[in-house]
């Protein structure tokens, strides 16, 4: 199984941006959907942006037309850009296959922790 790890998380003022990184150990090529999480205190893990293997994208409505993800298949690699954050925007980020997520033991990396001050 391929093992994801995410980075480029920070602490950065409302209205700035970030860009975060999902290195795969592993090929993607044949992941056929890749996705970007976040957990914030108190709250279940949410799905916010996913890209299928054609390049396809999907958001959910808070960060439509704020975020956009994309993939490298030849780095094995996914990004969240992430503009005009909101402090609501803060949480734990992870990269991830939906199929896996959906497992009641499914695998996640560690995450990274974005911070948006007010």
């Known amino acids: 199984q391929v093992q994801l790890v995410e980075s480029g998380g920070g602490l950065v003022e409302a209205g700035g941006s970030l860009r975060l990184t999902c290195a795969a150990s592993g090929s993607i090529f044949e992941i056929n959907v890749l996705g970007w999480y976040r957990q914030a205190p108190g709250k279940q893990r949410e799905l916010v942006a996913a890209?299928?293997?054609?390049?396809?994208?999907d958001f959910s409505d808070s960060v439509k037309g704020r975020f956009t993800i994309s993939r490298d298949n030849a780095e094995n690699t996914v990004y969240l850009q992430m503009n005009s954050l909101k402090p609501e925007d803060t949480a734990v980020y992870y990269c991830?296959?939906?199929?896996?997520?959906?497992?009641?033991?499914?695998?996640w990396g560690q995450g990274t922790q974005v911070t948006v001050s007010s």
């Open positions: 890209i299928t293997s054609g390049g396809t994208t």
């Open positions: 991830n296959d939906p199929v896996v997520a959906r497992r009641p033991f499914g695998s």
